[in-house]
């Protein structure tokens, strides 16, 4: 039975435990003693990264028809041809 704090077999982190549904997490050392981790990524998903929402946002902007890099170089063969 593992317990909050004791050191992860080959690794540096030690087991800590989300505290909303109790999954088994590991987090730094320092971190577990100052108490400074949050929940589990199912109880706290991460945020989108800013090339994730730059995307999104270009999409948004042409209602649809940004279809990513490699239909936009042979749309813009087709429009030159």
Same mark, same amino acid.
């Given at each position: 039975m @593992? &317990? *909050?704090?004791e050191a992860i077999p %080959? $690794?540096?982190?030690?087991r800590a435990f989300c505290? $909303? =549904?109790g999954e088994p997490m +590991?987090?730094? *050392?320092?971190?577990? &003693?100052? %108490?400074?981790y949050g929940d589990c990524s199912t =109880? @706290?998903?991460p945020e989108p990264s800013a090339a994730t929402l *730059?995307?999104? @946002? +270009? +999409?948004?902007a042409n209602d649809g028809d940004y279809s990513g $890099?490699?239909?936009?170089?042979?749309?813009s063969l087709e429009d030159a041809g």
């Open positions: @593992e &317990r *909050a704090g %080959g $690794s540096k982190y030690v505290p $909303s =549904c +590991r987090v730094s *050392a320092a971190a577990f &003693r100052l %108490g400074n =109880c @706290e998903p *730059a995307a999104a @946002e +270009r +999409r948004q $890099s490699w239909d936009n170089a042979v749309r």
